[in-house]
């Protein structure tokens, strides 16, 4: 083995000034992570896989955030992560890292690559004993079912979830945000918004409610919008982007979301070039941080609804060419893209207010 010689102060000063609120890790030039990269290429000669654990760990607030993960080094040194903890027979650790690993290949839009890690991340854990992490890991694949077009499945695996965690523990929030997200599909829309109360009602009671939070506002929104209930659902888009905005850059794909789901919902009031603008905003976000093509799909989509609505079908046609593209990227069937022409981009909802129901307490 090469001898192992790492700088680590550097690296972990690097780490945490790339957290901090106001910076964007995603815009960092290529100069300032040369340093990982050469140590990451040292310790993996060497051999030494604790070395690349405690690599792997400094960069894990950003990773969390999925500000970084795009990045093909970050990619690079996840996977030499997860590989040292095979060597080493870390089970614990190689769970944790493979739950990380389908965090990040479920939010770019890698559906069925999320759930092969998620269901060995839940069967690791389950040998170890380990219930509740086995738990969490089972539920995320229900997110990748649905995302999949598998909603039955899904339902199934949320209601097995909810049928193991004590009413009043304020994880329930996640997956009764996912089964608010299933009504939802199925146009069920009181019944999302009862199940997104609940869920906002349970997230705020967790310690660092902000990120969760944030989705859950923005979900209200597009739930409340698609009511006709146009003055509520911005507020909570607004409040959702207000909260982001504290975080200052880190947390840009949440950032787009909502910015994308806003946008939905001005291009249905008719406010075109506001909506276009914040597809715009959404659009920077996303592609300054790699390859996540499950939201650009989604922006590119939105913008063709807005040119089909103002009449530009070439431009329409464009953005759906896009859109396809992204999603063939992802493996995902683009028949699907037709289905907002046929239904939902030419109906327009009344506008009227319904006074929102909030959780007891």
């Given at each position: 083995m090469n001898e192992l010689v790492v700088e680590w102060t550097?690296?972990?000063?690097?780490?945490?000034?790339?957290?901090?609120?106001?910076?964007?890790?995603?815009?960092?030039?290529?100069?300032?992570?040369?340093?990982?990269?050469?140590?990451?290429?040292a310790i993996?000669?060497?051999?030494?896989?604790?070395?690349?654990?405690?690599?792997?760990?400094?960069?894990?607030p950003l990773l969390a955030r999925d500000t970084v993960w795009g990045l093909e080094l970050m990619q690079r040194l996840d996977k030499e992560a997860i590989a040292a903890a095979r060597r080493m027979n870390d089970q614990g650790e190689l769970a944790h890292l493979l739950g990380a690993r389908g965090h990040n290949l479920h939010r770019q839009g890698y559906h069925r690559e999320a759930i092969q890690l998620f269901e060995e991340s839940a069967a690791i854990y389950q040998e170890m004993d380990a219930s509740f992490p086995s738990l969490k890991s089972r539920y995320m694949t229900a997110l990748c079912f649905r995302a999949l077009g598998d909603r039955r499945r899904a339902r199934q695996v949320l209601a097995e979830i909810l049928s193991q965690v004590d009413p009043a523990d304020p994880w329930?929030?996640?997956?009764?945000?996912?089964?608010?997200?299933?009504?939802?599909?199925?146009?069920?829309?009181?019944?999302?918004?009862?199940?997104?109360?609940?869920?906002?009602?349970?997230?705020?009671?967790?310690?660092?409610?902000d990120i969760l939070v944030v989705g859950t506002l923005a979900d209200l929104?597009?739930?409340?919008?698609?009511?006709?209930?146009?003055?509520?659902?911005?507020?909570?888009?607004?409040?959702?982007?207000?909260?982001?905005?504290?975080?200052?850059?880190q947390y840009d794909r949440q950032e787009?979301?909502?910015?994308?789901?806003?946008?939905?919902?001005?291009?249905?009031?008719?406010?075109?070039?506001q909506a276009l603008r914040l597809l715009n905003e959404a659009d920077d976000q996303v592609r300054a941080y790699g390859h996540y093509y499950d939201l650009m799909w989604r922006i590119e989509l939105a913008r063709a609804q807005i040119y089909f609505r103002q009449r530009q079908f070439i431009p329409m046609l464009r953005k759906l060419r896009a859109a396809r593209r992204f999603r063939q990227e992802l493996g995902l069937p683009t028949f699907l893209l037709v289905k907002p022409l046929l239904g939902r981009w030419t109906r327009a909802k009344p506008l009227h207010l319904i006074p929102l129901r909030r959780p007891p307490g």
């Open positions: 550097p690296l972990e000063a690097l780490a945490r000034r790339l957290a901090e609120p106001g910076v964007e890790p995603g815009s960092a030039p290529e100069e300032e992570w040369r340093p990982v990269a050469q140590a990451l290429e993996v000669a060497a051999g030494e896989w604790p070395a690349v654990i405690r690599l792997r760990e400094l960069f894990t329930r929030g996640n997956p009764l945000q996912v089964m608010a997200w299933l009504s939802r599909d199925d146009g069920q829309l009181t019944e999302a918004e009862r199940l997104l109360e609940e869920a906002l009602y349970l997230q705020e009671q967790t310690q660092n409610p929104g597009e739930v409340l919008g698609l009511q006709g209930r146009i003055a509520e659902a911005r507020e909570f888009f607004q409040q959702s982007l207000a909260i982001l905005q504290i975080h200052g850059g787009a979301r909502t910015r994308l789901k806003y946008a939905e919902l001005l291009t249905r009031a008719g406010e075109y070039d």
